[in-house]
């Protein structure tokens, strides 16, 4: 089986390259994880993607249940393994019927390398079937959050560093950076940082219709965006939001 992981970016179509267009194009079958009906326009979006690159017939689009962590694991990295495994056995429980299938494709948010577990997944398939593992690049988050705002990633000649908000809440600001990058943060954990002298930058749905940003000192946008999250999250059901973090920057311009 070919399997190929397609970044599509933060959910709009405009975001597919042409190599992601032709992958979905070529798949038997597309893997849709269904994540309960709160969530229900994230595979709804994944259709939308799919259907928006069809021309003749179109690959069967074959949902799935994502499975969830189990809470009952206090150790972080134990609890996302076994939730690991279960995503793969979900994969092989919904390709089970269909041994015909010889190109399958999964769209992943954004792109496969960065912060996203799917290429971990696929490791898991691979030691029980032969397979043969492809990866279509996507724009990443990050630089859609960049450009939304109109912002260069890293100041001149200085580096960046991406991290998640679980470090940054246990380990504070990492040393030798003046720009963070803060993904997977459902707790907004810029607020545990002394605001002094920091500006942040933030997005929810970035690149997506209902797109929410919001930028200034931390001391004063933190709180708007810690009751903007909240209300956001409230009203659609879900959320995915991003945000940099930059010392001794002004924020109503680019450094």
Known sequence: MELTLVGIGTGNPDHLTLQAIEAIRAADILL?????????????????????CVEGEAPRLLSFPMPERDPAVPDYKTRV???????????????????????????????PALFDSTLRIAGRIGKVRPLDLKVVPGLMSLQVLTASHAIPLNSLAEPFLVTTGRHLREHGWPRGVDTLVVMLDGECSFTTLDPAGISIWWGAYVGMEGEILDHGPLSDAGPRIVRTRAEARARRGWIMDIYLLRRGASPASAP
Request: proline share 6%.
């Open 32 to 52: 849709i994880p269904e994540k309960g009906e709160d969530r229900q326009e994230l595979a709804d979006l994944r259709r939308r993607i799919a259907a928006s």
């Open 81 to 111: 393994n076994l939730w690991h495994d279960a995503i793969a056995q979900a994969w092989l429980d919904a390709l089970a019927p269909y041994p015909e299938a010889r190109k399958v494709a999964l769209l992943v948010w954004g792109d």
